[in-house]
């Protein structure tokens, strides 16, 4: 039974950092798992009654008000309750963890390391072949006619693997060598740079940097915790006030970083168009409907918001206003604050491991994509396990 479950966790393991969008899928499985083994009568008075969890409902509930009163669309409704699914399992896998810590760390961490090595050398063979492994199955098996390869198809894996690398240097660190840990760091940094994934790029070089600077100056911990706090309310002003067409002029950017100014010069423009909206936002969920105006577009990619703002910060401030930011700020200072009094180790960790979060949130994907937030679950929990286990 246990080498069936590792199996099928290394499978779909593997399948998720080859075709991100499988990860929500992923989560939802691992999910239902954890919920059968748990076999709580009572599981879903517990979820919604945990304290933990108080200021995410908060959330949701100002969320839904949004949705009355100021964007109604069905979908919007939709997306919702797939958060709030989402947030469920979640709590399941929170639950299961506490009870059962070295369960999980066998039939979990280790096949899921097996399988980030192994997606990374898919990976390399795809960047040396020009795609040849996703070429075959798209034509060959599922006879798309119009597929082309591109690098950044693989831009969804690689943010997901560059999420749990600090929790798994971190595991590999803690229970078998540091020259491993080094190692395997390496070869998913080597592989990060060669992609064309900007986002994660730039996170990992900006972790590994906070890594190193926390773990010999732990007493900045607290101070990178307020910068942070603080960089959520002023990203959007930051970007109201910056001239779009002095960055343009002054930097050589790639088109697709030329793309993001146009988004946020357009989005952050939105947002202190007038205090209500400054405030309360434009409804849950508006940016995948908003129709901007053209005279905005970038020549080559055109719409300046499309779907979402390419910021979760940008996309909350846009939707919910700064009474969201609060909200937000409140969860990401829940996050960090436990670690203010542990020792310099543990503190680069979580430092180096949200940092990675933080720069591909505010420079990629969308907030309420289903594989986006189980991905950060993920990350999370797999954080948890790590430190459940060094405590024992």
């Known amino acids: 039974m246990n080498n069936l479950l590792q199996i099928s966790m290394f499978t779909l393991s593997l399948i998720s950092f080859l075709a991100g969008l499988f990860i929500a899928p992923f989560f939802g499985i691992v999910s239902l798992f954890a919920l059968l083994k748990i076999r709580s009568k009572i599981i879903f008075k517990e979820f919604f009654l945990n304290k933990n969890l108080q200021i995410i409902f908060i959330l949701l509930t100002y969320t839904l008000l949004s949705i009355f009163i100021l964007f109604t669309n069905k979908s919007s409704y939709f997306t919702l309750s797939t958060i709030l699914l989402i947030q469920f399992g979640y709590f399941i896998l929170d639950k299961l963890i506490n009870q059962n ?33 996703f070429r075959t199955i798209r034509i060959d098996i599922f006879k798309s006619k119009n597929y082309g390869w591109f690098l950044s198809d693989l831009n969804r894996g690689i943010s997901f693997i560059n ?34 994934s900007m986002a994660s790029g730039l996170a990992v070089i900006l972790s590994s940097i906070i890594f190193v600077i926390i773990r010999y100056l732990p007493n900045l911990y607290n101070i990178f915790r307020y910068l942070t706090l603080s960089s959520i309310f002023l990203i959007p002003l930051l970007y109201y006030y910056i001239d779009k067409n002095y960055v343009l002029n002054n930097f050589h950017l790639p088109a697709s970083a ?44 055109g719409s300046s918001l499309p779907l979402h703002p390419h910021s979760n910060i940008l996309q909350i401030a846009f939707e919910l206003g700064y009474v969201g930011l609060v909200f937000y700020a409140l969860i990401v200072n829940k996050v960090l604050k436990p670690f203010i009094k542990e020792k310099g180790k543990v503190k680069s960790y979580i430092a180096a491991a949200f940092s990675n979060y933080f720069v591909i949130a505010n420079i990629s994907y969308g907030l309420w994509q289903q594989w986006w937030l189980a991905s950060i679950i993920f990350a999370i929990l797999l954080t948890k396990i790590v430190l459940l286990h060094k405590e024992n």
């Open 101 to 133: 810590k070295v369960f999980l760390k066998d039939q979990l961490f280790k096949p899921l390391i097996l399988a980030v090595l192994v997606a990374i050398v898919i990976m390399f063979f795809e960047v040396l072949t020009q795609g040849l492994l």
């Open 163 to 196: 999420l749990l690398l600090w929790p798994i240097v971190f595991f590999i660190s803690e229970n078998y060598n540091k020259k491993i840990a080094v190692t395997f760091y390496i070869i998913v940094t080597t592989i990060t740079l060669s992609l064309d």
């Open 258 to 301: 030329e793309h993001r100014v146009y988004i946020w010069d357009y989005v952050s423009n939105l947002i202190f168009n007038n205090y209500f909206h400054t405030i309360f936002g434009y409804g849950f969920n508006v940016s995948r409907f908003w129709e901007a105006d053209i005279s905005t577009f970038h020549p080559l990619f």
